[in-house]
């Protein structure tokens, strides 16, 4: 067994008396394909923010590839190979497709501060921008103010940007949100090509969804962990089902 | 201990005059998130309206105090009305941008039709004498000044607190989304709102008068001081206006009487370091 | 398969787009045959073409923190104000020299940007535009108080400016001022715009943008904003220097409220955003003003508000985008 990429060892956050995460620990190991599943108001996105840096943890520790986060500012963790999207799309809407990946580009290569280029970027970025555009299918429309792109396309430029930092983690947050089910199978195929090392933490409503594209789930209800398992075990576990049902009574 | 007193009274005079002038902007700001740099002209407004009826008409002060926020709320409503509406949502650059240009504006058509000297607002006889208590000795006119800011400060807590419209602006301040969604027409809330805050505003610049002197440029001159009450205040918070005027006011008035050469210094750095270190004001909810 | 080429070829690679977005265009090189014909004009346009020229360096500053990182400020004009008396200072105690006069002016301003932009950058939107106000208040008072330093409300007077690198005498005509605010703007000019279209002004436009965004792709947001603030107001420094060496005099004109206000609106009736606003904005308010104030300044002051309402509301561009139009590119 190699070591987790993503290691959250007893984490804890409440904001007053509310507890919202409560000893909370998951460890992704390289080319993990994760689901952290759950009903609302369960935690989910409060644990998405302390593992990107929006939240720091009342305890417990976060590391990422072998370092301690916990304590870092997200900007750093990204560049330790933690990327993100956003569960409402969250683009640098002056720019084209193209470039709002050429951003991330530029970022991981650590040449965001760079004056050496007058064209917006260097070839070689613009190069490597426009194969990861190709990747997700967004090459036709790459030229498009991101503003301008229809919703499904915006959700794969997020997807887009999230690759083109290379990370060792992505934390998928509801990639497939507000977007019609048929246009799901467009997000699914885009996961389906995501490079086979990274480890991929996805967080999500849609069951058929998670089901076809994880290969663990854990399950989260009132902050706590309840059930953690290959999917077969996870449909078939009776705690899942009431945390489910108990909220929607 | 006679020194003390004059301090604390010249404060409160000032915080009123401070609070009557800037409480409308609090609310409107907390209310539409709009950075209107141009609240001034409605107590421009308002002195020059005074001034020009009792030099004029012969207009007696009393009735002109409450006739002239009349007329400056009609103003005020048209101008959000027309203009100000249309601007809710821009970025902030835009509304500063607008707000300077209006007080451009109001400051030539005033220097155009009054000139450019200060003017001067005629008080009542009655109110030009001292009042003694004991040792004490109290400007009739300023104890008019603290009892209107202080009427005003109670009205607006009762006003919000006890009416319907005030639970109204209550809900608006506080989540927008929230009181559209129940049905409130906010457009409407706003003018009256705007409205008010204009009339407000403009008893502030009546009674004012000797401490802002009514000039063409008064709105850029006020400006400063009432974007920090606002700002000391806090967003979102119809109560703090009242704690911040009176904060700034005596800061101003102390440093007035101990050392008026740092005066201005001792007033810019504090409101800084507050600023810094409660960026929501001492009220506020909203950053 | 066949399918997918053609339509590769069609397509424009993002490598050439960028090419031609970025590329230099014959209207930026307007502002340069202007500089180069107000010789041509006689020496009476001199004064005013140089102050032109000395606003749009200031105009430029500011266009990197309005226009491109998103900060709005009503307190530039602490900077200008600060590179002014720091020139001047030099001068008074017998550094004249214009050059290096620039830089004094350029470094008392940068060391006073990034402290204060430490402490402001802090915060945002409201509060920061409050800040930047209680800050520009705060430095004009202390200038008028230190009058030892300053000379205060007089002003500081016995500034000597040299001859520019030990030849060319500032002559009566202001010809040389002329010239030598004209180089400076030409100088800082094609650094902004470097600066501008390189990977870290894409940076900053992306920060404008969306800040938390830009946290997520691994860019240490406050700390980049700093480094624009501070080369702002190393800009704007050299700006003020510039005037107080022309002038040979600095005073709290420079510094304050007045003149923060002015070059925004300035910058805003040119367009934001654009640095070819940041030139036509000063160049256009300056000349009217020369026009008109002297006529009457009531009715100046109040076609200039007029101007700046009718602008926002109805070209928040500026001026600059009414050029977009003509070339029929609308909004785009």
């Known amino acids: 067994m190699t070591e987790p990429v993503l290691e959250l060892s007893n984490l804890h956050m409440s904001f007053g008396g509310l507890v919202v995460t409560n000893d909370v620990s998951l460890s992704l190991a390289i080319g993990a394909r994760h689901a952290l599943i759950g009903p609302n108001g369960a935690g989910k996105t409060t644990l998405v923010d302390q593992i990107t840096g929006r939240l720091r943890p009342l305890r417990g520790t976060i590391r990422l590839a072998g370092v301690d986060v916990t304590r870092l500012p997200q900007h750093r963790r990204t560049r330790l190979g933690l990327a993100r999207n956003f569960q409402v799309t969250n683009l640098f809407s002056s720019f084209s497709a193209f470039e709002n990946i050429a951003l991330a580009v530029a970022e991981r290569e650590g040449r965001g501060l760079s004056l050496t280029s007058m064209r917006g970027f260097p070839s070689d970025v613009a190069d490597q921008a426009e194969d990861i555009a190709r990747r997700m299918h967004l090459a036709e429309v790459g030229h498009r103010r991101v503003s301008d792109l229809a919703y499904g396309q915006q959700r794969l430029v997020e997807l887009a940007i999230a690759l083109a930092l290379r990370p060792k983690v992505m934390i998928l947050d509801e990639p497939a949100a507000g977007l019609p089910a048929g246009d799901h199978a467009m997000i699914l195929d885009a996961l389906d090509r995501l490079p086979i090392h990274v480890a991929v933490l996805l967080i999500e409503h849609d069951m058929p969804l998670v089901f076809r594209f994880a290969r663990e789930i854990t399950v989260l209800a009132e902050g706590m962990v309840i059930a953690r398992g290959a999917p077969e075990a996870i449909r078939g576990d009776e705690r899942v089902r009431t945390a489910y049902l108990g909220t929607r009574s | ?287 | 398969m066949s399918d997918d080429v053609s339509t590769a070829e069609r397509r424009v690679p993002f490598a050439a787009s960028l090419r031609s977005k970025h590329r230099l265009r014959p209207a930026e090189l307007l502002p340069l045959v202007a500089v180069a014909i107000v010789p041509l004009l006689g020496s009476g346009y001199y004064p005013l073409a140089t102050q032109i020229a000395i606003t749009v360096i200031f105009g430029l500053s500011l266009d990197l923190l309005v226009g491109y990182a998103g900060i709005v400020t009503l307190g530039h004009g602490i900077f200008f104000g600060v590179g002014a008396y720091a020139s001047g200072i030099a001068s008074v105690h017998g550094w004249g020299d214009p050059v290096s006069g620039l830089f004094i002016g350029a470094a008392a301003a940068a060391v006073v940007g990034v402290v204060q932009g430490f402490v402001v950058l802090r915060t945002a939107r409201f509060t920061l535009l409050m800040l930047t106000l209680c800050s520009v208040f705060l430095v004009s008072e202390v200038a008028n108080k230190a009058g030892w330093l300053t000379g205060g409300a007089d002003g500081l007077t016995g500034v000597m400016t040299g001859p520019l690198l030990g030849v060319w005498t500032f002559d009566l005509d202001g010809r040389t001022g002329y010239l030598f605010s004209a180089t400076v703007f030409v100088l800082v000019w094609i650094g902004l715009r470097g600066l501008v279209h390189a990977p870290f002004g894409q940076s900053i436009m992306a920060i404008r943008d969306n800040p938390g965004r830009a946290e997520a792709i691994g860019m240490a947001v406050r700390p980049r904003l700093l480094i624009v603030y501070t080369v702002s107001a190393a800009i704007a420094g050299t700006a003020g220097a510039l005037q107080a060496e022309i002038d040979q005099f600095a005073g709290l004109k420079n510094v304050g409220f007045e003149i923060s206000a002015t070059i925004l609106v300035m910058l805003a009736l040119g367009g934001t955003g654009r640095l070819y606003g940041a030139m036509a904005g000063p160049a256009v308010y300056l000349i009217a003003q020369d026009l008109l104030a002297k006529i009457n300044p009531a009715m100046w002051q109040l076609w200039l508000g007029l101007l700046i309402v009718a602008t926002v509301l109805f070209v928040p561009g500026g001026l600059s985008s009414l050029a977009d139009v003509f070339r029929g590119r609308g909004k785009r």
């Open chain 2, 1 to 287: 201990m006679v020194t003390l007193v004059e301090i604390a009274f010249q404060s409160l005079a000032y915080a009123s005059v401070l609070y009557l002038v800037s409480v409308g902007l609090s609310v409107t700001l907390g209310l539409m998130g709009f950075v209107n740099l141009a609240h001034g002209i409605f107590a421009m407004a308002g002195g020059y309206v005074v001034a020009t009826a009792i030099s004029a008409a012969g207009a007696p002060w009393w009735v002109m105090v409450i006739a002239a926020p009349v007329v400056v709320a009609l103003g005020a409503a048209v101008l959000e009305r027309l203009l100000y509406s249309r601007l809710y949502g821009r970025g902030e650059l835009d509304q500063v941008l607008f707000s300077i240009g209006l007080i451009f504006v109001a400051g030539a058509v005033v220097r155009l039709t009054f000139g450019p000297l200060p003017q001067q607002l005629r008080l009542p006889e009655a109110l030009l004498q001292s009042l003694e208590v004991g040792p004490f000795s109290f400007f009739l006119y300023k104890l008019v000044v603290v009892a209107a800011g202080l009427a005003v400060a109670i009205g607006i807590h009762l006003g919000i607190e006890r009416t319907r419209l005030g639970a109204m602006v209550r809900a608006a301040v506080e989540n927008r989304g929230m009181a559209e969604s129940i049905g409130l027409d906010t457009s409407r809330l706003f003018t009256a709102t705007f409205a008010l805050g204009g009339a407000l505003g403009a008893v502030g610049g009546i009674l004012g008068a000797d401490v802002f002197s009514l000039g063409p440029t008064y709105a850029f001159e006020i400006l400063v001081y009432v974007q920090t009450v606002v700002a000391v205040a806090g967003l979102g918070t119809l109560r703090g206006s009242f704690l911040a005027s009176l904060l700034i006011a005596t800061l101003q008035t102390v440093s007035a009487y101990y050392l008026p050469a740092f005066g201005t210094i001792i007033l810019f750095s504090a409101v800084f370091l507050l600023l810094l270190a409660r960026p929501r004001g001492l009220f506020g909810r909203i950053s």
